[in-house]
């Protein structure tokens, strides 16, 4: 069809000392003119939806069509009212959409589209340009008292939320000048929430790279830290304490992390993006071996050898994998990998990456059963990577494996009920092959109308076309792995 693409292996770090969308039909699709049904949401999303909503499977789907409908008619109620629009919202149990309306004379439009109206005093930007004002003044919130303010489409409000003495944020809230705002107590209190990925830089006195992500925690290199060690993140945020520690005879370590940190099947490839952990199939001796570390980034060469004895300063360390592959100190506890293999963390070497080097690491399954733990891996339900696809109306991910093809919005299509143009960016990992097209119900089946298909992972497509029914079809053509999607419609 196009060409061949080889996969790029991957390695870590070493460190040394908004709309519900209805499923997209099969075999059949809604005819010109004819609303999706809304029955055909994904099996997991209806299990979840009777699961946290305590809803039936029969209730979800109806939620769902209801929502659906309700999405598409906000979206193009959104558009006609321009700047007399005020926001909308879905009343409990999602049974209706209300639209709010700065005047009676634009109600009418609200009603002939089914929704109720409701007029307010403030138009949905003169609450954006209210919050704006408090986004401005930030500086002056402190973050104990005031966990954060929003927009509350449902009050015509701006919310600023209280927590203990409400005399902090009423003071913050006066900044924005407004009879919008309004103070609400709470007892939130936000941190921010972070992810674990291999070959990051983490911090226990000295710095060192974490090797892979596994159940809460990750697994590294013995001579980084002993066991009760804490540690700080790449960002010097508290992270977590060695729950074990193997040096020297072995070289491995596990961490255990806290609540604000989670573990990812990532891999930093220091080129901007990530690099999927599929399993910990061990690599032959000649294989190709790439290594992420916080050092030096990400390098790659071929195992040496095997079950290697090396002999330290510290003392003997027993069955470690040779390599040609260079390392600096930093770098230690970092991630190995073979395609999406997990292979091993940094131990040490000799040389450097300027020079060349050779570099041992501690095989990874040895340190999983040592410690009883178990890989995070892109099997294992854990989120995709971070997207490099931004500044579009929606997003959605998910993983593929090589040859397969899914179909988004949510295994399924959406409704443009106007002509414009449709864009999309596709977001891959390193080293795989992933094409992305926008599909078109043309009354019978679904046919082609744009498509990126380079030999690359990520991809674009823009078309201008007319009111109707689009999916997209992401095709694994190379590689398997998390991706991305990012799309806005007319």
Known sequence: MKRRFAMLAAALLLPVGAVALPAAPTAAAPGPGTPPAGGAASAEMLGALQRDLGLSADEARARLAREDDAGRTDARLRKELGAAYGGAYLTAGATSLVVAVTGKAHAAKVTAAGATAKVVARSEAQLDAVKSTLDRNAAKAPAAAVPG??????????VVLARGDTSAARAFAATARSAAVRVV??????????????????????????????????????????????????????????????????????????????????????AGGNVT?????????????????????????????????????????????????????????????????????????????TSGGTTYYQPVNEILSAYGLTLTTSGGGEPPPPTGCSGYEFTRSGSISSGASVYQPDGSYYYSSASGTHRACLDGPSGVDFDLYLQKWNGSAW???????????????SYSGTAGYYRYRVHAYSGSGSYTLGFSNP
């Open 185 to 270: 107590a709470t007892s939130e209190n936000p941190v921010p929430l972070y992810d674990v990925r291999g070959g990051d830089a983490y911090y226990m006195g000295g710095r060192c790279s974490i090797g892979f992500s596994v159940s809460g925690g990750f697994v590294t290199a013995g001579h980084c830290g002993t066991t009760g060690t804490a540690t700080q993140g790449f960002n010097r945020v508290a992270q977590g304490t060695f729950r074990g520690s193997s040096f020297p005879g072995n070289d491995y370590a596990w961490v255990q992390v806290n609540s604000n940190w989670t573990p990812q099947p990532w891999v930093n490839n220091y």
């Open 277 to 353: 952990v599929a399993g910990s199939t061990e690599a032959a001796v000649g294989a190709s071996i790439c290594r992420s570390g916080s050092t030096t980034g990400w390098h790659c060469g071929t195992i040496s050898a095997k079950n290697q004895t090396v002999n330290y300063a510290e003392g003997t360390v027993t069955g470690l994998t040779r390599t040609n592959v260079c390392a600096e100190p930093g770098d230690s506890g970092g991630s190995w990998l073979s395609g999406q293999q997990a292979q091993g963390v940094t131990s040490g070497g000799s040389g450097n990456c």
């Open 149 to 158: 303010w929003y927009v509350d489409v449902v009050t015509n409000t701006v």
């Open 447 to 461: 046919a082609n109308v744009a498509s990126g298909t380079s030999a690359n992972p990520d991809e674009t497509v």
